[in-house]
């Protein structure tokens, strides 16, 4: 039996409760699945956990980071996209994904990433998380490149979007 949407959002939200970790937002209405975003000032903390302990002042490009948790539902795709103020690391938690990337529009191969697996996109770089047969859980640190105006959910350009975003 395939785990809904609602089962895999408690459960996360309920692992990060009892990590510790406050939970500043959560969006679970995207059609590819959803976010989870945890208190900046306990960005160490989420590194600790979730990235084998990164020092995240080494991390910090424009003086923020932004500690989110993705939630990829079985074979959706984000966007195909890029930021122009924020790089990101993200290190797959739980699951099976698939990861393309690019320095340009047309999508790069797609490759796929499990448990501990950690990929850093550099601030421009085209990329497209991807769920594959099952739910994937994916940690994520965006890196702020431009400290005076930091990234944010609109910093999305996207080239393609199943969604008609």
Known sequence: MST?????????????QT????IAAKDD????????????TQAQDFANQYFDGIDVDNLR????????????????RLSWQYHHRRAEIWQVVEGMVGIKRSNTDE???LKEYGPKD???????????????SGWG???EIWQHTDASNPSD?????????????
């Open 153 to 165: 959910e609109d910093d999305i350009v996207r080239v393609q979007d199943d969604f008609g975003r």
């Open 29 to 40: 209405t995207r059609p590819w699945g959803g976010f989870f975003v945890i208190d900046e």
């Open 61 to 76: 490009i424009g003086g923020k980071l932004s500690p989110k948790i993705l939630i990829v539902a079985p074979e959706a």
């Open 19 to 22: 990590q510790g970790f406050n």
């Open 4 to 16: 809904g949407k609602k089962e895999i959002f408690d459960r996360v939200g309920s692992m990060l």
């Open 118 to 132: 950690q990929v850093k996109l550099q601030q421009g770089e085209r990329h497209r998380l991807i769920g594959l």
């Open 137 to 139: 859980i994916v940690a």
């Open 107 to 109: 999508e790069g191969e």
